[in-house]
């Protein structure tokens, strides 16, 4: 099983421009979500989905855009990068219907904006 | 302002001790409280969990303890081994219907030495 897959694993952009961050789950997940790491900060939620076609606002959503035409993926686009962009982004997924279920996290993508 | 916080960046402990490693949190109303190891250029794994209901959970050389009154929660490592060197990341949510939104720490770099 590859679980959750993101790709790129690196991205250098230039102010301004945009891209989306690839997220793919082959578990059959839900619920499907996407985090920022940031030195000092944790992991803070961006957007999150509990099934496709439904999308909300996590705690920093503001300059990033996504949808859930699938179960299966999650993209996260960033419309106009900014430096402030500069992460490291984890997409994750989990089960809904159980009385506890973790997250399942991919790898990452380390993204710099210049 | 973080709803979770672990307070201390970095820990170093001899091989074959016991690690210790703290997190606060302010929300009350958390229901659950998971640990995450993370390795470099990896994402986050599900080590062990604890419900609300309870003080303490065992899953082998883990265990985690929450003091609800002090919202306080601690994770230990006995015997620590060198393997046991990764990131460690406490994370709270607000129950069986938020499995799709967790609270991070910053996370605690422990340092095994052999």
């Known amino acids: 099983n590859a679980g959750v897959t993101q790709t790129p694993k690196f991205q250098v952009l230039k102010t301004g421009q945009s891209m989306t961050l690839q997220c793919a789950q082959d578990m059959n997940h839900e619920y499907m979500s996407w985090y920022r790491q940031d030195p000092g900060m944790g992991l803070r939620l961006i957007h999150y989905s509990v099934g496709a076609g439904i999308t909300d606002q996590g705690e920093v959503p503001n300059g990033y855009n996504v949808s859930r035409s699938t179960t299966e993926d999650f993209p996260l686009r960033l419309l106009s990068a900014a430096p402030s962009q500069t992460s490291v982004y984890f997409c994750?997924?989990?089960?809904?219907?159980?009385?506890?279920?973790?997250?399942?996290f991919g790898n990452g993508t380390r993204l710099t904006v210049t | 302002d973080q709803q979770v916080k672990q307070n201390s960046p970095s820990l170093s402990v001899q091989e074959g001790r016991i690690s210790i490693l703290n997190c606060d949190y302010t929300?009350?109303?958390?229901?659950?409280f998971l640990w995450y190891k993370k390795y470099p250029a990896e994402g986050p794994t599900f080590l062990i969990s604890i419900s609300s209901i309870k003080d303490k959970n065992e899953d082998g050389r883990f265990t985690v303890f929450l003091n609800k009154s002090a919202k306080h929660l601690s994770l230990h490592i006995v015997p620590s081994q060198p393997g046991d060197s990764a990131v460690y990341f406490c994370a709270a949510t607000l129950g069986r219907y938020n499995f799709n939104k967790f609270y991070f720490g910053s996370g605690t770099k422990l340092n095994v030495k052999p």
């Open positions: 929300n009350s109303m958390f229901d659950y």
């Open positions: 994750a997924s989990s089960e809904p219907g159980r009385y506890f279920s973790p997250l399942h």
